[in-house]
């Protein structure tokens, strides 16, 4: 019987979002470096093989607090979406790279190197680890999926992105 409701609440924890962790925050002191995640849902997204459109930057005026971080917004309109459904708009694994989480690991997710895959949000870490992470996105979704639940709660990295250095978000 207990092993019928253990493979019951595994399952059913499959459909869940990815989050409850730490979010992964870099010295902006904002999730995703400062930048806007609902605004993701409003640029064109690229082939895989292209370099996605630049995240756009936040503004510190208009900011909500979701799973223990500050994230920053372009408009109010776009804070009123998050806060609204949160869960839709943050980044898979605390913003924290999706091919690491895939490899077994938390390392911070760069706010431009980003793709939407099913309705989700998942950043990576460097051009290369995205060139790796496109090879085959739905198996290393499902791996991240497999390993995240025993990493999820380690700390959150405290690695600095590489090559990326934040301007936002813009001061109100």
């Not at 980003?114 to 085959?136: A, H, M, P």
Request: hydrophobic share 40%; proline share 8%.
């Amino acid at each position: 019987m207990k092993s019928v409701l253990f493979a019951a609440l595994a399952a059913a924890s499959f459909g869940l979002p990815a989050f409850a962790g730490d979010q992964y925050i870099d010295s902006t002191g904002f999730a995703v470096s400062g930048y806007d995640v609902v605004a993701y849902r409003d640029l064109a997204q690229n082939p895989v093989g292209s370099a996605q459109p630049a995240a756009v930057p936040g503004n510190a005026a208009y900011t909500a607090e979701h799973n223990g971080a500050t994230f920053a917004f372009s408009s109010a309109e776009n804070r009123d979406k998050f806060a609204a459904n949160p869960d839709f708009y943050a980044p898979q694994y605390d913003g924290h790279c999706a091919y690491g989480v895939s490899k077994g690991g938390k390392v911070p997710g760069n706010p431009n190197l980003w793709r939407i895959v099913d309705d989700k949000l998942y950043l990576n870490i460097t051009k290369n680890v995205v060139g790796f992470w496109e090879e085959d996105i739905p198996g290393n979704i499902d791996l991240a999926q497999g390993n995240w639940p025993e990493i999820e709660p380690a700390d959150a990295s405290k690695n600095v992105i590489p090559n990326f250095t934040s301007s936002a978000p813009e001061q109100g």
